[in-house]
């Protein structure tokens, strides 16, 4: 029995040591997550309270783009409050139907949230959003003020 001397580790625990912890430290996170019925891989809460959204800005304005699949428009609602974009969603659980036997029900229902601080002035009253294949997007044009002007140099 080799693995019973002292300073000898076994197999299995020399994979465990030699594991990222950080990939230990997700795994731990989705597995209690999941425990709430939240979501575990690409952000524990993608899916469940926090949609999933990506941030982009140009020189004129900013590009926000929430994935909301199974969403309608009808059930969001946007909001700006000074510089944080608020994006928020409601939507009741569907009826069972009668004569008919559910063995799963996994589509969400509930409140979905994300506000996102944004780092300059913008013009509120020009914002426009669309939903298209589950994408929201949203355009926000920045305040004149928080534009970027080039200043030619004299000679």
């Known amino acids: 029995m080799k693995n019973d001397l ?3 580790v076994s197999a299995g625990l ?3 040591f030699r594991r990222d912890p950080f990939v ?3 795994e731990e996170m989705n597995d209690l997550l999941s425990r709430f019925g939240m979501e575990g891989e690409r952000g524990a809460m993608a899916g469940a309270g926090m949609p999933s959204m990506d941030l ?17 428009p009808e059930e969001l609602n ?3 409050h000074r510089n ?13 139907e009668e004569g008919k036997t559910f063995h799963r029900v996994e589509r969400s229902c509930g409140r979905i949230q994300r506000i996102v601080a944004l780092p ?7 914002i426009e959003a669309t939903c298209r294949d589950g994408v929201l997007t949203i355009m926000i044009p920045k305040a004149m003020a928080a534009v970027a002007h080039k200043i030619p140099i004299k000679s």
């Open 6 to 8: 002292p300073g000898r």
């Open 14 to 16: 020399s994979n465990l």
């Open 24 to 26: 230990s430290f997700r």
């Open 56 to 72: 982009a800005e140009t020189d004129k304005q900013f590009e926000v783009k929430v994935d909301v699949p199974g969403w309608k």
């Open 78 to 80: 946007i909001e700006m």
């Open 84 to 96: 944080s974009l608020v994006v928020k969603g409601e939507r009741t659980e569907s009826k069972e």
């Open 120 to 126: 300059c002035e913008v013009q509120a009253d020009r």
